[in-house]
């Protein structure tokens, strides 16, 4: 049974249990695929959420990662729920982690200012080399994202300065690798003027450029490691709201702050686009929006996602955007033209 519905055509097929959604400009179609997650709830109170939850794909099953509170990861097969355990076995128990990396071989890791890997395979852990932050800088954590990226043989970095304005440098990525390091990402103007409560970089990269935003600012870049390719391009500011400074200590006009922005979760980069979803407040349709970019930071898609989202379960799988909620026990994938 075919049921035919426009703008957008929606294509409900009940004997796959599937549906795909087919926009008015054909750019992208998604796939509704149950999930059983039913493994991870025993550890749902030992879990560190401040490490994030990672995606990874082994072969042809997904997995939904994190690591528990007494540093052990977790791997959750969103085929059948099973969750598979590993201890990290790094000596230093008293520490906490700091930031992770889910590649599809290993875990990489940062405690103690060093950096670990751990193979999924050999399930063992290698301690890499000691990251270059000086006293006064630390790693600043994504509210929705891992800390810790890769490129090529290097890794990279959101990192701050306790001791300057908005807890910030002048730049805002540390690259890094055993033997070198180097600070790239001017933060914007706005920046050293003005009180930013969250400035959690977005970023992403394909092959050499890397894009990035920050959470509560209405502009996408677009840059080299080496900056000479660079480009920055405003989007709609609509929303994006300045923080009153009076009332740093009211917690719940921290809450409602937090919930009335504009917020940058999520930001992606494929071969082809580059997507950015925020959150968005007061919508009666959903709470998060979908823009997509072309590399040339020009704005194709710009709407509202009308489906569950999870803002802590976005992800990259290829070329696919996918979304899963745990609560609806379904992963949403878009394909992409």
């Known amino acids: 049974m075919i049921k035919r519905i426009s703008n957008p055509v929606i294509f409900l097929c009940l004997f796959s ?21 039913s493994g991870i709830i025993e550890y749902k109170k030992n879990i560190d959420y401040s490490n994030r939850f990672g ?29 598979i355990t590993h201890e990290l076995n790094v000596d230093l128990p008293s520490s906490r982690i700091e930031a992770t990396y889910y590649d599809n071989d290993a875990l990489y890791f940062i405690k103690k200012k060093s950096i670990f890997r751990f193979n999924y395979e050999k399930k063992t852990t290698d301690s890499l080399f000691e990251i270059p932050l000086s006293g006064s800088e630390f790693i600043i954590h994504n509210m929705y994202a891992t800390a810790l990226f890769k490129y090529k043989d290097k890794f990279y970095v959101q ?15 540390l690259i890094f690798d055993r033997l070198n390091s180097e600070k790239k990402f001017i933060y914007p103007f706005h920046f050293s003027q003005y009180y930013v409560h969250y400035n959690d970089i977005c970023i992403s990269r394909n092959h050499d450029t890397f894009y990035y935003t920050f959470a509560t600012y209405p502009e996408i870049y677009r840059a080299t490691k ?10 709609d500011s609509v929303g994006f709201l300045k923080y009153d400074t009076s009332r740093m200590t009211d917690m719940k006009y921290i809450y409602d702050y937090t919930m009335a922005t504009v917020y ?27 823009i997509v970019f072309n590399h040339n930071l020009d704005i194709i898609y710009n709407k509202k996602i009308t489906h569950p989202i999870d803002a802590n379960f976005i992800f990259l799988e290829g070329e696919d955007l996918v979304f899963l909620s745990l609560k609806e026990k379904k992963s949403y994938n878009y394909a992409f033209e």
Do not use: W
Request: charged share 20%; hydrophobic share 35%.
């Open 226 to 235: 080496d900056e000479r390719y660079y480009k920055s391009v405003l989007f």
């Open 264 to 290: 940058n979760i999520k930001l992606l980069a494929a071969s082809k686009y580059i997507f950015l979803i925020q959150r968005i407040p007061h919508s009666n349709i959903g709470n998060f929006k979908l």
């Open 55 to 83: 995606y990874v794909a082994i072969g042809a099953n997904q997995y939904l990662t994190n690591i528990t509170k007494d540093q052990h990861l977790i791997m959750c097969n969103l085929a059948d729920g099973k969750v």
């Open 159 to 173: 990192y701050g300065n306790a001791s300057m304005y908005n807890r910030i440098d002048t730049s805002s990525v």
């Open 17 to 37: 249990c599937k549906y795909s959604v087919y926009t008015e400009n054909k750019l992208f179609k998604i796939t509704e695929k149950p999930i059983n997650t």
